[in-house]
């Protein structure tokens, strides 16, 4: 098996890197950053001082202090004598070692110091920087090191965004006894999982909602490994009956739905407001087409948990799947937004230089970096996009409004928009017709008449006194929306709404319309919701994508009739295709990604092209794209991608591993970057996954 190769960025002054991690464990709040590795290096013959470099690493195993100390053994043998150093020969001694490995359940960093020659020691460091000595740390704290060390793996190998410069990623799993070790690990401590954190989509995490529970559908779906997960929560479900809906996950996604409804049908009978159950329910009944039950399930799944955004979200989708668009809009309004947290991504001082060596059985002429990024002619528009920066629940309830424009298009549900949500021309018409009628209205006439004021319809920011809504966009964002618009004559300038926001006429062209067609409006006020903050923001936000995209293909239109070239930096490219793809033109942004790969490599296109290529099951042409991206992750020491090796599971069960292998060895490729994919194939042989035996 190829080894990633080493990096080391080196330090300004010797463990400054240790020291910043101290201080930022006090703000860990989710699994931690990936363990660190300090090294203190010298050259004696030479007279060098030492110096103090670091790198990041995932997937090692940390059950002890011994197999953490290990891994730094292998290190003096990587980077020790003759090593290539800023391209020069160079023979360096490593004379200390740490390993600092974040324990997420009882916030701990558990550290493991190598003295070379010398001892092995290892300690714990607790929130405020306090050093727990090894004699008062149990056996429980290396097993829940160990689980956490997993659950990293798995989470932070597929980053795409703010990756870790320096960090080496690997296979935590590569055995069936690691499995069994992993699964009993986690069977151990399944019901403290709370304790990590959960998704930001979830409001408080619980016994089956968490980054535990999370990993372990993760590995499941990775691995094919159906029968592990089954008897895994089969056991759990004897003591917690919620586990049920894991089980009904892990049953759905090994193609065995009979048992997968069976037990829903049970565990609902028991728990009948169940709302994880609830929402499997509604996800299979919408796979089935049947939407009409999904309906039924996902209502009763926001009244079981009403503070939860996956329920309501999960709601909205069922009425965009019944084109019921007024509904869907009402529903996403109605969903609880939570504050994104950002992974834990490590905090280190500024680096005196980076080492960052190449592997050499990675070594492929098209993924050479000759033209850097950075230096690359981008279009400031397109890096100013919003729409790109969404994460968390902003991002999917982004997700459920281009589905729907995708569906109808923009005009159509900026009249879907309007019909259920109060405009700002409404809102004027009422509040002055409100005013007048308190003038008219004397002491006398309201004696005389024996009723009271009537309260006005909007009042503190709510309709009809729900102090609940919230006003709309601000001005600040208001005004940098009408100067996006600039120079977009395709859509028109957006039209505010209550509480500030703007929003694309879709209806009558004319401002000055007659007051009797404004009348008809006004008669359905009171039925109508004020549209929340965030809403109103990621309206805007859907705009100035659609502005964008609407230029790029008139402009590409354009060039394309006059037989012109049309020119754009590989940068800009990237994000037009990932433009394309979040408003849901597949084909516009394979486009752009495969011109974009015709200038330089990008893993970020041949991403794209990837998923494209496996939902349009063309296997071979998938394998390319596989061999590639592995070669580019064994480049920046990363040996091990759950979403490549998952897709190929997927093709080895269809084609069988000898079918695969075959394809693989195919192609013209050199021989060292193709047993870089060989090794998936492997390691799923060894799981004995389906297909693998032929």
């Known amino acids: 098996m190829v080894i990633p190769a080493v990096p080391e960025i080196v330090e300004n002054e010797i463990s400054e890197s240790i020291y910043a991690r101290t201080e930022a464990l006090q703000a860990l709040r989710e699994l931690g950053p990936p363990d660190l590795v300090h090294l203190t290096k010298s050259q004696p013959k030479a007279g060098i001082k030492e110096i103090g470099t670091y790198h990041h690493v995932t997937g090692v195993d940390a059950s002890s202090s011994a197999s953490l ?72 704290l290396w097993l829940e090191t160990y689980l956490c060390g997993v659950l990293r793996a798995f989470s932070y190998a597929d980053e795409q965004t703010n990756r870790i410069i320096g960090c080496r990623r690997f296979n935590p799993i590569t055995s069936t006894e690691a499995e069994h070790r992993f699964l009993d690990a986690a069977e151990r401590l399944f019901f403290k999982g709370w304790q990590l954190g959960s998704d930001p989509d979830i409001q408080v995490p619980n016994v089956v909602s968490n980054h535990l529970t999370n990993g372990l559908l993760h590995y499941i779906h990775t691995t094919g490994r159906f029968a592990s997960g089954v008897n895994l929560f089969e056991k759990l479900r004897s003591k917690e009956p919620e586990v049920a809906s894991l089980l009904a996950k892990v049953y759905l996604d090994g193609d065995e739905e009979v048992k997968a409804v069976s037990l829903l049908y049970d565990t609902i009978k028991i728990l009948p407001m169940d709302a994880a159950c609830l929402d499997v329910q509604a996800q299979f009944c919408m ?283 590989a940068l800009e490219l990237e994000i037009l295709g990932e433009l394309a793809q979040r408003l849901h033109h597949e084909e516009e942004a394979v486009e752009a990604f495969a011109n974009c790969l015709q200038i330089r490599f990008s893993a970020r296109a041949l991403k794209g092209i990837l998923a494209y290529q496996e939902k349009q099951k063309d296997n071979r042409a998938t394998l390319n794209s596989i061999i590639r991206l592995t070669a580019w992750n064994y480049r920046w020491y990363s040996e091990f991608s759950p979403s490549l090796l998952c897709t190929v599971r997927k093709l080895i069960e269809e084609e069988g591993a000898v079918k695969i292998r075959s394809i693989v060895q195919s192609t013209s490729l050199p021989q060292p970057v193709l047993d870089l994919t060989h090794h998936y194939v492997g390691l799923l042989s060894a799981f004995r996954s389906s297909g693998s035996d032929g």
């Open 69 to 140: 100390a290990a891994y730094i053994n292998t290190l003096t043998y990587l980077i020790g004598e003759n090593q290539m150093w800023f391209g020069k020969p160079q023979s360096w001694k490593i004379t200390t070692g740490i390993y600092c490995c974040y324990n997420a359940f009882s916030r701990v960093d558990m550290r493991v110091e190598v003295q070379i020659p010398g001892g092995v020691k290892y300690y714990a460091v607790d929130e405020r920087g306090q050093r727990r000595p090894q004699e008062d740390i149990p056996e429980e």
């Open 287 to 569: 796979s089935k087409g049947r939407d009409d039950l999904a309906l039924e399930c996902a209502k009763r799944a926001v009244n079981s948990a009403p503070s939860e955004f996956i329920t309501w979200a999960r709601l909205a989708e069922v009425y965009v799947a019944l084109e019921q668009w007024e509904l869907a809009l009402l529903t996403i309004n109605s969903c609880p937004m939570f504050t994104n947290q950002d992974t834990d991504r490590p905090k280190m001082p500024q680096p005196g230089r980076m080492h960052l060596p190449i592997l050499t059985e990675a070594v492929l002429d098209e993924l050479s970096e000759d033209t850097d990024p950075k230096h690359e002619m981008v279009d400031p528009n397109l890096l100013k996009l919003p729409g790109a920066t969404l994460k968390g629940t902003f991002l999917k309830a982004y997700r459920l409004l281009t589905e729907i424009t995708a569906k109808v298009g923009w005009d159509a549900l900026l009249r879907f928009r309007s019909s259920v949500f109060v405009m700002e021309e409404e809102y004027r018409n009422e509040k002055t017709a409100a005013e007048q009628q308190e003038k008219e209205k004397t002491a006398s006439t309201t004696a005389l008449r024996g009723t009271s004021p009537a309260p006005t319809s909007i009042r503190d920011g709510s309709v009809n006194g729900d102090d609940d809504d919230k006003k709309s966009l601000s001005e600040e964002d208001e005004a940098a929306a009408e100067s996006a618009t600039d120079g977009a004559p395709i859509i028109e300038r957006p039209e505010q709404i209550v509480g500030f926001s703007e929003e694309v006429m879709s209806g009558s062209e004319d401002p000055q319309a007659p007051a009797e067609s404004s009348a008809k409006k006004y008669t359905h006020f009171q039925n109508k919701r004020l549209c929340e903050r965030w809403l109103d923001n990621l309206f805007m936000l859907l705009y100035e994508d659609l502005r964008v995209y609407t230029i790029w293909r008139a402009d590409l239109a354009q060039f394309k009739q006059k037989s012109k070239l049309y020119r754009r930096s």
